[in-house]
């Protein structure tokens, strides 16, 4: 039992020795996305239930990345622009729902995917964003 527990130990602490791997402090992100208002609208037609009756809060855009997680080596999974979104559409009995915010990654000046952000502390990690592994640079 003794040497189960102190594999597990040094395996643990190996794995705490890798690191996420960030980007230099001069790291060209490229322009930021234009007509993003449009592309965010066109992206989330396809999401949402009732695209015709969504209202949007959209922000600026802002030079962001990601980490894949120290599971995956900590790698860069993503780098570009991420802008908030806060969008209050119908749902299927007509009702609006609220404002639900998303953030939505731009890379190479389009939408490359969206996730929804964190509204409370009960939502399961798993349906929000990984907000620990993003960074805004």
């Given at each position: 039992?003794?040497?189960?527990?102190?594999?597990?130990?040094?395996?643990?602490?190996?794995?705490?020795?890798?690191?996420f791997?960030?980007?230099?402090?001069?790291?060209?992100?490229?322009?930021?996305?234009?007509?993003?208002?449009?592309?965010?609208?066109?992206?989330?037609?396809?999401?949402?239930?009732?695209?015709?009756?969504a209202?949007?809060?959209?922000?600026?855009?802002?030079?962001?990345?990601?980490?894949?997680?120290?599971?995956?080596?900590?790698?860069?999974?993503?780098?570009?622009?991420?802008?908030?979104?806060?969008?209050?559409?119908?749902?299927?009995?007509?009702?609006?729902?609220?404002?639900?915010?998303?953030?939505?990654?731009f890379?190479?000046?389009?939408?490359?995917?969206?996730?929804?952000?964190?509204?409370?502390?009960?939502?399961?990690?798993?349906?929000?964003?990984?907000?620990?592994?993003?960074?805004?640079?």
């Open positions: 039992m003794g040497k189960k527990i102190l594999i597990l130990l040094t395996a643990i602490v190996l794995s705490s020795c890798a690191g791997e960030a980007l230099p402090a001069d790291y060209n992100f490229g322009q930021p996305p234009t007509d993003i208002e449009s592309k965010i609208r066109s992206h989330f037609d396809y999401v949402l239930k009732d695209p015709d009756s209202r949007y809060q959209i922000g600026s855009p802002y030079k962001a990345y990601q980490n894949e997680g120290f599971a995956f080596g900590g790698e860069i999974a993503w780098k570009g622009y991420a802008v908030d979104v806060r969008i209050n559409a119908r749902n299927s009995y007509g009702g609006f729902t609220g404002w639900k915010p998303y953030l939505v990654y890379s190479g000046g389009q939408v490359r995917q969206h996730c929804k952000k964190r509204e409370n502390l009960n939502e399961s990690i798993m349906d929000v964003c990984n907000d620990v592994l993003f960074s805004r640079f």
